[in-house]
């Protein structure tokens, strides 16, 4: 490819975004010369901004907060994954259409899988949170059979509401799964033991900040994973620890693996994560 691919991420804030770092890795990987800005765009702003991006030739955009939802109103063909999720964290230009999509399930599952050798089937999964992250991850960690998952969250009817949405859409009873969902109350949370116990909350993103988890939630649990990224352990990791999980892991390996599908859907070209995944950017 001679030409220089235009991308670019997107959102508010978005001073703290790898991705350019990220996509320039898997560029450098194929010879492939792309130019791949990070602007701060808002709801307010994303309709001009995407318009003259992709009469500017733009390919490809990484979207963030707060415009996951916002950018889904910009597309002409939404996959099914962004419609499960009611968001997308890319959209991108092909044969004269704009395409959304979400790949964060897809990262989730590629690293607990093949990074961190989980398999899902059969485990017995907890999730806390129910905002856009579980909404992205939860019909791909259906998708792989577990037998029980429970959404827990601080405001208990976002949790009812996710519950509903996508059992509906997935059809779980078939598949013999125990679906629940509650509040964080410790008799909600310790009403069984886990196998993996995922933050999607976003109280990671306030360092020191803890959920106030009960220690006994983690007994047993042989991995505990972060969504969100971070050098050192978060507090969500510490407490794991402390409680007895097994193993610990931020969402570094998420974000690589969820990229690198990004990057396929703009390019059709498939990056090796491994070097990134080896040595994350500060
Ligand atoms: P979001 O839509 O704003 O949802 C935030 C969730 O966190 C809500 O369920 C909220 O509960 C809960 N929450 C916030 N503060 C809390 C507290 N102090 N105690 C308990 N619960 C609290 O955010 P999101 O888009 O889902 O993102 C969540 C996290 O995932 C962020 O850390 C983000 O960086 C990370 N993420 C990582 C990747 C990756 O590739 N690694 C991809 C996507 C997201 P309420 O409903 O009660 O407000």
């Known amino acids: ?3 220089k691919l235009k991308f670019a991420v997107i959102g508010k804030p978005i001073g703290h975004s790898k991705s350019p ?25 994303l309709e001009t901004w995407l318009s003259d991006f992709f009469k500017d030739g733009g390919k490809g955009v990484s979207i963030t907060l707060p415009l996951k939802e916002a950018a889904l109103n910009y597309a002409d063909e939404i996959s099914d994954q962004a419609r499960l999720a009611s968001a997308c964290n890319v959209i991108y230009a092909k044969d004269e259409k704009i395409f959304a999509d979400c790949t964060d399930g897809f990262g989730l599952i590629k690293d607990l899988e093949e990074n961190l050798k989980v398999s899902l ?9 129910a905002g856009g992250a579980a909404r992205g991850i939860i019909p791909s960690i259906l998708e792989r059979n577990p037998s029980k998952l429970k959404i827990a969250n601080r405001t ?8 509903k949405d996508l059992g509906i859409e997935v059809n779980f009873r078939k598949k013999n799964l125990t679906f629940e969902a509650g ?3 410790d008799d909600f949370l310790l009403s069984g033991s886990y196998d993996l116990i995922i933050n999607s909350t976003s109280v990671s993103t306030k360092a020191g900040e803890s959920i106030g988890l009960p220690k006994a939630l983690f007994s047993g649990t042989k991995l505990a994973y972060d969504l969100f990224y971070s050098v050192e352990n978060t507090v969500f990791m510490q407490e794991a620890l402390a409680g007895g999980a097994q193993k610990v892991s931020d969402g570094w390996g998420m974000l690589v693996e969820q990229g690198a599908e990004s990057f396929r859907l703009w390019t059709n070209l498939i990056p090796d994560t491994s070097r990134l995944l080896e040595k994350p950017i500060d």
């Open 1 to 3: 490819m001679d030409k």
């Open 21 to 45: 770092e990220i996509h320039q890795d898997f560029a450098n990987q194929f010879d492939v010369k792309i130019e791949f800005r990070k602007d701060e765009v808002t709801p307010e702003t």
């Open 156 to 163: 208990e009817s976002k949790a009812f509401s996710l519950k």
């Open 183 to 185: 509040g964080l109350s």
């Open 121 to 129: 089937e059969d485990k017995k999964i907890l999730i806390l949170g």
